[in-house]
């Protein structure tokens, strides 16, 4: 993702109503009323009988979520599909040309590219922090969105379960999309060979899907939802938004993960929660990551970097 400038402070927005005494200050999930996020959870979390925004307010949200995005993701979208239009226009084919997800910053001194690795890592969360504390400005917090450690047993395992799936998915489409010609040889890491390694490519990925699953999941939906768009055209625009800021990768990298954004989207409505999404994605990702640092040049079955 390329470098983006720091957060901007959002629109004004109504401030929120004082909580009815004896229930929780961030409402709209349904487990802070006491109930599962399983059973019952609506289709429009945080929205459910509420009247759809209008007039200024609909005006200050839409300018609220186009801000957020062009400083995060948004931008993201616009570079890969620039990046995109090069490689198609270029003089290789798509197959013969390669992009690096996670490289050095600082060949031949790892302890610079370290620092660096991690400065990137830690300033690539600003957008999330920018969000939560939009959602909290509307009296809304990390909770509204299922952003919490309530139930890290069934987080877990949903997320694992969802990673396997998807993972595996995405994988045979990636190979099959190279094979044929539309996508280009992702290379999914070319750090040194040093102890910090792994961990680093790890934390690389959980900070891939807190980003994406918090902005791109739970805040835009939800304000979507305050919006009045209907659901399946809110995790359209979500799904498509995610598509596009992999474009980088290739016509495979576009629909592969639009794809996906259409099953988490559809996966949130029903949970309610987006931790077992940062949970499936950090696993995806780490998976990725680790495996192609291993693998790579070792199995036939895998594009040599």
């Known amino acids: 993702m390329p470098a983006v400038g720091p957060p901007v402070t959002g629109p004004q927005v109504t401030e929120p109503q004082p909580a009815k005494a004896g229930h929780p200050a961030e409402t709209g999930h349904p487990a802070d009323a006491g109930q599962p996020a399983e059973a019952g959870h609506p289709d429009q979390p945080g929205q459910a009988g509420k009247a759809p925004l209008t007039g200024r307010a609909a005006m200050l949200q839409r300018w609220e979520i186009v801000a957020v995005f062009a400083v995060s993701l948004g931008a993201s979208g616009v570079y890969a599909l620039v990046d995109f239009i090069g490689s198609l226009t270029a003089k290789q084919s798509l197959g013969s040309q390669a992009v690096v997800l996670n490289g050095t910053p600082a060949p031949g001194r790892p302890l610079l590219a370290l620092f660096l690795q991690l400065t990137s890592i830690t300033f690539g969360l600003a957008p999330v922090l920018l969000a939560l504390y939009l959602l909290a400005r509307a009296g809304e917090g990390p909770r509204s969105i299922g952003l919490d450690a309530r139930q890290p047993g069934r987080d877990l395992a949903k997320g694992a379960v969802l990673a396997a799936v998807i993972g595996g998915s995405g994988l045979a489409l990636y190979l099959f999309a190279y094979h044929i010609g539309v996508e280009l040889n992702v290379v999914a890491e070319s750090e040194p060979d040093v102890w910090w390694r792994i961990p680093v490519l790890i934390l690389s990925a959980a900070q891939n899907a807190t980003l994406e699953e918090v902005v791109v999941v739970g805040y835009l939906l939800s304000r979507l939802d305050k919006l009045g768009v209907k659901p399946a055209w809110a995790i359209a625009i979500s799904a498509v938004i995610r598509g596009s800021y992999h474009l980088y990768q290739g016509a495979g990298g ?51 970097p």
Not at 276 to 283: D, F, G, K, N, Y
């Open 254 to 304: 576009f629909i592969g993960n639009a794809t996906m954004g259409v099953i988490f989207g559809y996966l949130y409505r029903r949970w309610g929660r987006v931790t077992p999404l940062i949970v499936a994605h950090t696993l995806i990702d780490s998976v990725a990551f680790v495996g192609y640092a291993l693998l790579a040049g070792h199995v036939s079955w895998l594009p040599a």
